[in-house]
């Protein structure tokens, strides 16, 4: 990923009050006892050099557990540098109600898995969705401007963080 797409990211992000903490595989731990507060669930960074192992994250979380918890933390298979989108894959370790229910969700993304744009993202996604994965592109925190005037966090988390892993 060019150091452009990253800062490009940040900046998106910055625009959406979403807070990214940039770190390294041996400065992980201490980013996200940072941001995560418990009690908090999280799906397994498989394929990372981290690992949630070993933090008070659970899990695999039960639906009580997952319905108590104030942070959800999952990896990310790809964000939108141009939007500050992440891209939050389905799989069965649940990354879609993680990062949706709890009221804090932390994205952990790979700097090489920052794309400029979504055009950059079609490859990626057609090979995914042809294999039967769906996403969610999940951009700042939720909000609805149904009835009237614009509110945030209804239906989603009211607070995002990026923990953005420099590749190694």
């Known amino acids: 990923m060019s150091t452009d797409a990253s800062s490009a990211f940040e900046s998106s992000l910055s625009e959406l009050d ?3 903490t940039r770190t390294d595989a041996a400065g992980f731990p201490d980013a996200l006892r940072d ?3 418990g009690p908090a669930v999280g799906a ?3 394929g990372y ?3 949630l192992e ?3 994250i659970t899990l695999d979380p039960t639906p ?4 108590n918890a104030d942070t959800g933390v999952t990896p990310i298979g790809r964000a939108i540098a141009e939007y500050g989108s992440l891209v939050v894959e389905s799989n069965a370790a649940g990354n879609e109600p993680i990062s949706l229910y709890p009221p804090t969700h932390v994205g952990v993304v790979r700097e090489s898995d920052v794309l400029p744009d979504v055009e950059s993202a079609t490859g990626y996604l057609s090979e995914r969705f042809a294999a039967g994965k ?3 592109f999940a951009t700042g925190v939720s909000s609805t401007g149904d009835m009237g005037a614009l509110v945030e966090g209804v239906h989603g988390p ?4 990026v923990v953005l892993l420099a590749d190694q």
């Open 64 to 67: 009580r557990q997952l319905q």
């Open 35 to 37: 941001v995560v507060e």
């Open 44 to 46: 397994p960074l498989d």
């Open 54 to 56: 070993g933090t008070p």
């Open 134 to 136: 769906s996403a969610v």
């Open 18 to 20: 979403v807070g990214c």
């Open 49 to 51: 050099d981290v690992s």
């Open 158 to 161: 009211k607070t995002v963080h």
